[in-house]
């Protein structure tokens, strides 16, 4: 009788100490999966041109900057203009010799496309093995000889007038609010018209997006500006028909409307929480009475966040 209680008592103990043991070990596996993941410093710059500055149209473009990137890094640097691809490698002038893209450059030549009349988007793409990175500037380009002072097209609206988007993404003023925007000298990125009238004018479209790069789940918006390439006087009531072509090519989101008094149209949403990270190409028809219709293109980044 004292051996079997003997043996209950100590196979209980074990069975105890087994248990426990278990519980620390798979206690401790929970808590290493929870550990936060490091998050990226990594970042991209672009130094020259600066936004908004005039460089000459048919000549050829340096564009500099600088990264966070250093010789022990597997990173390099690349640039596209006017979103015509592909991505072209920037050559790395770090101290560090060949590699280096603490430091970079990148020659613009007819070979790869040309400064356009007007604005000139010029992004600048940091990849790493577990990062990628963007930096945008828009660059106008102007004939030579015309005047060399700065523009910067900005439009200024402030969160009460983002409220009064509608469903169409149209902006409705409310009572005692301005919207007010700089207008760009003469036609926007990758604008051109696709039809033709015997006395047809010529219209400006320009893009102009919050928020390059935005991560999966935030709020965007766009805002289209409308005017006369010769006057630059807004044109209201304009028709704007457009997609939103995500990266991946695998969802597309249509959105329409029509140009308010300022010549300006704003689409407002959110980016899906699930979609692919990468580039999202917006592409839009802009029909006005009196004007060749236009086509016009943009794009800017999305990350995971």
């Not at 100590?10 to 401790?28: C, D, E, L, Q, W």
């Not at 936004?51 to 564009?63: D, F, H, K, Y």
């Not at 015997?198 to 805002?223: A, C, H, W, Y």
């Amino acid at each position: 009788m004292k051996q079997n209680i003997f043996w209950f008592v100590g196979g209980t103990f074990i069975a105890v100490i087994a248990f426990m043991a278990s519980n620390h070990i798979s206690h401790g596996q929970v808590t290493e999966d929870l550990a936060p993941q490091p998050v990226s410093n990594e970042s991209v710059k672009i130094v020259s041109p600066l936004e908004g500055q005039q460089v000459p149209i048919g000549e050829e473009l340096i564009a500099s900057g600088e990264s966070s990137d250093d010789i022990s890094k597997d990173c390099s640097v690349s640039v596209i203009v006017n979103n015509i691809k592909p991505y072209h490698t920037a050559s790395a002038t770090g101290a560090s010799g060949p590699g280096d893209y603490s430091k970079w450059s990148f020659t613009l030549s007819s070979n790869y496309t040309d400064i356009i009349e007007g604005r000139n988007r010029i992004t600048a793409k940091l990849s790493c093995p577990e990062s990628t990175k963007w930096y945008s500037v828009n660059a106008i380009g102007v004939r030579t000889g015309q005047a060399s002072a700065s523009t910067n097209v900005t439009s200024n609206f402030t969160p009460s007038v983002l409220s009064a988007i509608n469903e169409t993404g149209t902006l409705t003023p409310q009572p005692g609010q301005q919207v007010s925007s700089t207008p760009p000298s003469s036609s926007g990125v990758n604008s051109q018209p696709t039809a033709s009238g015997e006395n047809n004018k010529t219209m400006s479209v320009i893009f102009d997006i919050l928020n390059n790069p935005v991560s999966r789940g935030s709020d965007q918006n766009i805002t289209i500006t409308v005017s006369d390439a010769a006057s630059n006087e807004s044109i209201a009531g304009a028709t704007i028909t457009g997609k939103l072509l995500y990266p991946g090519d695998n969802y597309v989101k249509d959105f329409s409307g029509t140009t308010d008094p300022n010549g300006q149209f704003v689409f407002h949403w959110t980016i899906g929480e699930n979609g692919d990270a990468g580039e999202l190409t917006i592409e839009a028809q802009v029909a006005a009475s009196g004007y060749d219709s236009q086509q016009a293109r943009s794009a800017f980044q999305i990350t995971k966040g």
